[in-house]
DNA sequence: ACACTATCCTGCAGGC
DNA sequence: TGCCTGCAGGATAGTG
């Protein structure tokens, strides 16, 4: 799934054309994806003005006008493909096998949203606003990677005390919200910390953040702007030859690169692949302590 | 409270 | 070529 950063990019690629626009229909081709679509779906967002699009995590909330919030989560496969209204449609190549257009929504500016989902582990659900903040599903979230208060101490804190791996911490959405698999991976890399080490050891005893709380901060905001802005490219490059927004081309240091050197210029190691809580990690055994 | 597993689903790559 | 296995960017119910 798209983690933080791609999720990101589709809103960013979303919010220009839905922003202010009404939605005309809804197109809702099953009863469920991941879980089943809330009661009366379609006939809550038919007709309302779409105001904003912002993000919590890997969660898309698109507001609208008459009260509540759409909560969009693209689970692991899931895409938005962008189109005019118009009859002629077009495929796109690979993965956007139009048996799993789940969901369409036709907005007033002749602008038609397609949710593609092949895996189906993604959710939609629509929520009163008020009660956003106290959802279970927002409200256990852990601190946004990308926000103004983030830093080593509010790393160190989380961390603090927990003996769990790192590895296992930093993709813990109720700690930090909005890592996945790849940029933590990524993110030990750059920051040459060991996937196995324990938590609680990046903060010291008061659970104050030391030298590693501050390495490990750095390179989580570091990978994640990066790829922000990788995708920010592809949505731009995307734009121009069709409207698919969920995935982008990125390179990575460590994820899937088994057997592959270690990128950084002064080490020698040999990018390697464990299983921890049933994910692969991939890291270099070498240069991460 | 915490940590770990199994599970939902389809597509794809690799081995035979 | 086809068949089989394992694996995939997530979240969560259930177990110990």
């Not at 890997?58 to 507001?63: A, E, M, N």
């Not at 257009?101 to 929520?127: K, W």
């Not at 979230?141 to 983030?150: C, K, M, N, V």
């Not at 296992?168 to 080490?197: F, H, M």
Request: aromatic letters at 6%; glycine letters at 10%.
């Amino acid at each position: 799934m798209p983690e933080l950063p791609e999720v990101e990019t589709v809103r960013r690629g979303l919010a220009p054309v839905m922003e202010g626009m009404r939605i005309t229909a809804v197109e809702q081709r099953r009863a469920d994806l991941r879980a089943p679509f809330p009661e009366r779906f379609v006939e809550r967002l038919r007709g309302q003005r779409i105001d904003r699009l912002t993000r919590r995590a890997k969660y898309i909330l698109v507001g609208l006008d008459g009260g509540e919030t759409l909560v969009l989560h693209l689970g692991m496969s899931g895409s938005f493909r962008i189109d005019e209204e118009t009859p002629g449609q077009f495929h796109h190549p690979r993965s956007n096998n139009p048996s799993h257009d789940h969901v369409v929504f036709h907005l007033s500016n002749a602008i038609r949203v397609t949710y593609n989902d092949p895996r189906r582990f993604g959710s939609m659900d629509v929520v009163r606003t008020a009660e956003l903040a106290a959802d279970p599903r927002l409200s256990q979230l852990g601190i946004e990677p990308l926000g103004a208060d983030f830093n080593a101490q509010a790393l160190a804190r989380v961390c603090a005390g927990r003996s769990t791996p790192l590895k296992a911490a930093l993709l813990d959405q109720r700690l930090i919200a909005g890592l996945g698999n790849i940029y933590v991976c990524e993110a030990l890399w750059r920051a040459k910390l060991s996937p196995w080490r324990g938590a609680g050891a990046i903060a010291r005893k008061d659970g104050t953040p030391g030298l590693r709380a501050r390495r490990l901060a750095e390179a989580i905001g570091a990978v994640l702007a990066e790829a922000l802005e990788a995708g920010g490219s592809t949505l731009r490059d995307h734009r121009l030859a069709n409207g698919a927004l969920g995935y982008f081309q990125h390179h990575f240091a460590v994820y899937d690169r088994e057997g592959s050197p270690c990128p950084r210029a002064e080490c020698s190691g040999i990018v390697a692949r464990v299983v921890q809580n049933g994910r692969s990690t991939f890291f270099c055994p070498v240069c991460q302590r």
